[in-house]
């Protein structure tokens, strides 16, 4: 009888336990338990940051953040809670299902399993990488890259943990998951990479909210920002004055932590709440950085060697902006700027746009399709003395027309009209009418499709592997590599533009960024995006143009071009 007593009292304990639970706050605190390296029951003693967060319960949430500031742990909580508590359904998604998903399964979720009791039990079935169930709830693991992996899964929450490394397709594909859910909601989270692109771009729209905190020296309520909060003792990591780097408010500039004392900062940011820039807003963004942490991240003199090697490291330097500040940056050089375009405006003749010399140099074009075909013409002069079998790299070619019109139709005329030798056009999204416009005009048109698995600026024609009629007009080529070449022309002053650029043809070509993420060995890979906000069709017009010319030059100043 008295075991009966006990079992009665500790369901009925349980019970109002669980009524209690109106937040993933109090589940947090009443469930999770941690491992190192702060272990045992969970608390936001260590990350004060993340309590505002576990209690918002708004249905949109940004977390723009630097690396290891707990948001992950957070985006499991929230997970937990909603299955547990709300009995929904949850989608997580991560960049990539190899090695991410199944690195995060095995590192991450089942070792919070292992060391609760309480999800131990709630949980029925683990063993699926990519599906976990609870009672009537699932949990659902997936990579971004595989659009059918995110298809035909109806669920309440979602999140999406690293956006910025996703396919900004896919992204929105994910997000129609939760159309049609009585209660939806979703999480994003990433590190930054520049500004109004992925993760900045949704913290943007949302209320842009601070933490802040009360100054133990000064007493007033501030906050930790770049540059002013990080004191950087030394100028090499060969000094030895770097050691005593620290973090110093910004309004009274005492030091608040160094080397010795910033694992015990925690105590300080116990005062801090979250500020919002743009209060009422209908999503709530949370941004903080790695100044805050009581980890090892956040020690100032670890934070210190990373600003010096992003000195004289473009690498380097994106890394400390995103993944220790939480800051969108773009490193000097990896965009084309207005003094840029100037530059190339004064190389040779100042000559205006449009205008047909009809001069025999050699022509190409090229043609990127959007909900319009955006056109560029250059003339090339091989150059005399030639000192290496690239000539993409010794020739400077002049842009002669920048234009767009609205049908493949149009593009014949131009052929003619410009006396085109070799043309280059987007495969995609209109890659039959692009074949017939190949068709009209054999061997002077080819259809171009960035690809894997070709390096440099090698081509690759697959008339050789034809599969279907396509192929036949085809080549693959490294979008990298050739964006590489031909927007660097514009930096380094390599191609002649016309005196009347108009301010949407220079847009495109400053929209397109060149950005370095690590690849699964981190390693720092380059590649090219753009803001939500912008296009970039004239800049693949141009790289298209320059992949011709190699084209133009196989085929000689002599063939002419019939309609």
């Not at 906000?533 to 298209?544: E, I, L, P, R, V």
């Amino acid at each position: 009888m008295h075991l009966l007593q006990n079992l009665i009292a500790e369901r009925v304990a349980s019970g109002f336990k669980r009524k209690s639970i109106v937040s993933c706050a109090k589940w947090a605190e009443s469930y999770r338990i941690m491992g190192n390296p702060f272990p045992g029951p969970w608390t936001f003693n260590y990350h004060p940051w993340l309590k505002e967060m576990h209690e918002c319960d708004c249905d949109n949430i940004v977390g723009q953040k630097s690396a290891q500031m707990g948001y992950t742990e957070f985006a499991l909580n929230l997970a937990f809670y909603s299955m547990d508590i709300k009995g929904i359904d949850v989608l997580y998604v991560l960049p990539a299902k190899t090695p991410d998903a199944a690195d995060f399964s095995a590192s991450r979720f089942n070792p919070a399993i292992e060391s609760s009791t309480h999800l131990t039990r709630f949980f029925s079935d683990v063993q699926n990488i990519g599906h976990k169930r609870a009672g009537n709830s699932n949990l659902f693991i997936r990579g971004s890259k595989s659009r059918s992996a995110l298809k035909s899964i109806p669920v309440g929450l979602i999140i999406l943990d690293e956006l910025d490394e996703m396919p900004k397709a896919n992204v929105t594909l994910a997000l129609e998951r939760t159309a049609g859910q009585r209660q939806r909601q979703n999480l994003k989270l990433s590190t930054p990479t520049f500004n109004d692109f992925g993760i900045n771009f949704f913290y943007n729209l949302s209320t842009q909210e601070h933490f802040f905190f009360i100054c133990p020296k000064c007493k007033r309520f501030t906050e930790l920002l770049f540059p002013e909060c990080l004191k950087v003792t030394a100028d090499t990591l060969s000094d030895p004055k770097l050691k005593y780097s620290y973090i110093r408010c910004k309004d009274c500039k005492r030091k608040l932590w160094d080397s010795e004392s910033y694992s015990h900062k925690w105590k300080d940011l116990r005062t801090g709440r979250f500020v919002a820039a743009y209060p009422g807003r209908e999503s709530r963004g949370f941004y903080v950085n790695q100044m805050l942490s009581s980890a090892i991240a956040g020690n100032p003199v670890e934070l210190a060697g990373k600003y010096i090697k992003g000195l004289s490291n473009p690498a380097d330097e994106q890394e400390f902006y995103n993944s220790a500040l939480g800051l969108p940056h773009i490193p000097e050089g990896a965009s084309i700027t207005d003094e840029h375009l100037v530059e190339c405006r004064k190389i040779g003749t100042v000559f205006k746009n449009g205008v047909n010399t009809n001069r025999d140099g050699i022509r190409t074009m090229g043609v990127d399709i959007g909900k319009v075909l955006h056109v560029q013409i250059d003339e090339w002069k091989l150059p005399n003395r030639r000192y290496t079998t690239d000539l993409n790299i010794e020739a400077v070619p002049k842009c002669l027309y920048f234009t767009k019109v609205h049908d493949f139709k149009e593009l014949d005329i131009l052929m003619a009209e410009w006396k085109i030798i070799h043309c280059v056009v987007d495969k995609h999204p209109e890659h039959r009418t692009a074949y017939e416009f190949a068709c009209r005009f054999p061997g002077h048109v080819h259809l171009c499709f960035y690809a894997r698995g070709v390096s440099g600026k090698q081509i690759h024609e697959m008339k050789d592997k034809v599969t279907d009629v396509l192929d036949a007009y085809t080549i693959h080529v490294d979008r990298t590599a050739w964006l590489d070449l031909r927007l660097g022309r514009y930096k380094r002053k390599a191609i002649h533009l016309p005196l009347d650029l108009s301010e949407e043809y220079k847009e495109q070509l400053k929209a397109m960024v060149r950005i370095l993420s690590p690849d699964p060995d981190g390693n720092p890979v380059a590649r090219y995006d753009k803001s939500e906000n912008s296009m970039d069709h004239y800049g693949h017009a141009s790289t298209y143009s320059e992949i011709a010319f190699p084209f133009a030059v196989s085929l000689g100043e002599s063939h002419s071009i019939q309609i």
